[in-house]
């Protein structure tokens, strides 16, 4: 099991941008998938992003491709989310999430997901 701490959350205005980071603890972080997913009030979690754990090969929310880079630095067991161009519906809590199993459609969505952090809150005024 791997325990996660996300940061880099805050209140920004629309078309800034905000990195998000998700610290990993424990020795085995490179053989793990990460994903981000986003929650907003009275709405399910949302897949944003996902890096693959072998080839680092990514995947990304239409919602969010060309403006949202996910990344990894296995050296220093992080995850970054580099987000550009906020919008105001991007307001949302935002959390990380690791799976160590064969990589598959499964990490597009919640459930492919056994380890989750606590979440940090991005909100982008208008």
Same mark, same amino acid.
């Given at each position: +099991?791997? +325990? %996660?701490?996300?940061?880099?959350?805050? %209140?920004?205005?629309?078309?800034?941008?905000?990195?998000?980071?998700?610290?990993?603890?424990?020795?085995?972080?490179?053989?793990?998938?990460?994903?981000?997913?986003?929650?907003?009030?009275? *709405?399910?979690?949302?897949? @944003?992003?996902?890096?693959?754990? &072998?080839?680092?090969?990514?995947?990304?929310a239409d919602s969010v491709k060309?403006?949202?880079?996910?990344?990894?630095?296995?050296? *220093?067991?992080?995850?970054?989310? +580099?987000?550009?161009?906020? *919008?105001?519906?991007?307001?949302?809590?935002?959390?990380?999430?690791?799976?160590? &199993?064969?990589?598959?459609? *499964?990490?597009?969505?919640?459930?492919?997901?056994?380890?989750?952090? +606590?979440?940090?809150?991005?909100? @982008? &005024?208008?």
């Open positions: +099991q791997v +325990q %996660l701490v996300e940061s880099g959350g805050g %209140l920004v205005q629309a078309g800034d941008s905000l990195r998000l980071s998700c610290a990993a603890s424990g020795r085995t972080f490179s053989t793990y998938n990460m994903g981000w997913f986003r929650q907003a009030p009275g *709405k399910e979690r949302e897949f @944003v992003a996902v890096i693959r754990r &072998s080839s680092s090969s990514t995947y990304y060309g403006r949202f880079t996910i990344s990894r630095d296995n050296a *220093k067991n992080t995850v970054y989310l +580099q987000m550009n161009s906020l *919008k105001p519906e991007d307001t949302a809590v935002y959390y990380c999430a690791a799976d160590d &199993s064969y990589y598959s459609s *499964k990490h597009y969505t919640a459930s492919g997901y056994d380890n989750w952090g +606590q979440g940090t809150q991005v909100t @982008v &005024s208008s």
